[in-house]
């Protein structure tokens, strides 16, 4: 079953469940429609109001004030990471949607708070040990190296180096995560099929004969099995969101000194992994631009990252004043000058 059959079967029942279950507590149901609160990009949801529509025919969400149109897994990945919580994509999402439709019972969405997400990732961190996966999983995909990528400042030999693959059934690049010590212990992929990109999302576990090659993204940190020596020499890490931003840093005619947290959060667990192993005298936050005009939003994100965390070492981020790089770009998009340029005009926090 693909993702666009999942949603077509969404039973409208158990999506006013899960509506309940993630706090609205209210709706309206029409005869094309059922409206709810703008849980969505509302933290407060007393104070949301109802401009949150799912259109029955469809089986999609539309936002009339902020989000404009989304699908459910857009939707639950938005809710997510609106409150920064860190969710697991085929825990969260994955198994929640597919308990809303007709085709079988996962395991059931149990939380009926988001806080309790929290308390569940803060527990996590302490009990899950990484599932090591074995080596040659990765060699069922092709090598070949994608135009997106070429175009995008990836060259071949760090794909080569990262050991990048791709998969044709499901016309994704293939990125395997590694931990500290090289073992594999997910395997993620970067969806080029643009209904999957808009609707589902670019990045998500790799599935192979019914089994999902998934991790905790919040236990790890992609490539820094490959770039520890050079942060302990060097005494600087960038910490990037996605994989991409390592791959185009290795292709920079600098040492890469970068690792990448598959999200948009940096936690404990990830600072310690640098502390215990790099010893890092600064860490530069080099998430993706998402300040929108007249907010400040994004940069209180940022400073609050790096004020929970300086006492351990330097922090700071960047922020792009000047436009150099576009809105979703990650500081490492625009090639070398730019990304030399946002790290000179870096925020510190002292």
């Known amino acids: 079953m693909d993702y666009k059959e999942i949603i077509d079967n969404l039973r409208v029942e158990s999506v006013i469940e899960l509506m309940k279950r993630l706090g609205a507590d209210r709706y309206v149901e029409k005869d094309n429609c059922i409206i709810f609160p703008t849980i969505c990009h509302n933290i407060d949801i007393s104070s949301a109001s109802m401009k949150l529509y799912f259109y029955k025919d469809r089986k999609i969400f539309m936002c009339y004030t902020e ?4 699908s459910i897994f857009k939707f639950l990945k938005t809710y997510y ?3 920064n919580i860190e969710y697991d994509w085929y825990e969260d999402i994955y198994k929640v949607i597919l308990d809303c439709s007709n085709f079988r019972q996962a395991d059931g969405f149990a939380p009926t708070k988001y806080e309790s997400l929290k308390d569940k990732y803060e527990k996590k ?7 090591i996966y074995p080596e040659n999983i990765v060699d069922t995909f092709v090598k070949f190296y994608p135009v997106e990528w070429l175009r995008d400042g990836i060259e071949r030999k760090t794909m080569d180096k990262f050991n990048i693959r791709f998969s044709i059934s499901q016309n994704k690049i293939v990125i395997p995560h590694y931990d500290i010590n090289n073992n594999l212990v997910g395997i993620r992929g970067r969806a080029l099929n643009p209904w999957e990109v808009e609707n589902v999302g670019k990045y998500m576990p790799i599935q192979l004969e019914g089994k999902w090659y998934k991790h905790p993204l919040s236990l790890n940190l992609y490539g820094l099995n490959k770039t520890k020596e050079n942060i302990k020499k060097y005494g600087i890490c960038y ?11 290795e292709s920079f005619s600098f040492l890469n000194c970068s690792v990448a947290v598959c999200g948009s959060q940096f ?9 215990k192993y790099c010893q890092p005298r600064e860490i530069v936050i080099c998430f993706d631009k998402e300040e ?4 400040h939003k994004y940069f209180d994100k940022l400073m609050k990252i790096c004020e929970k965390y300086k006492n351990y070492c330097n922090f700071s981020f960047v922020y792009d004043r000047e436009n150099l790089i576009g809105m979703k770009d990650s500081p490492s998009d625009r090639g070398e000058e730019i990304f030399k340029k946002l790290i000179e005009r870096r925020v510190s926090v002292k």
Do not use: P, S
């Open 267 to 275: 936690n404990k667990y990830q600072l310690n992994l640098l502390m």
């Open 81 to 83: 990471e609106t409150r």
């Open 292 to 295: 929108k005009e007249g907010e």
């Open 239 to 249: 910490v990037g969101e996605a994989e991409k931003f390592v791959l185009q840093c």
């Open 67 to 70: 989000c404009d149109t989304m």
């Open 125 to 131: 961190r302490k009990d899950v040990k990484l599932e």
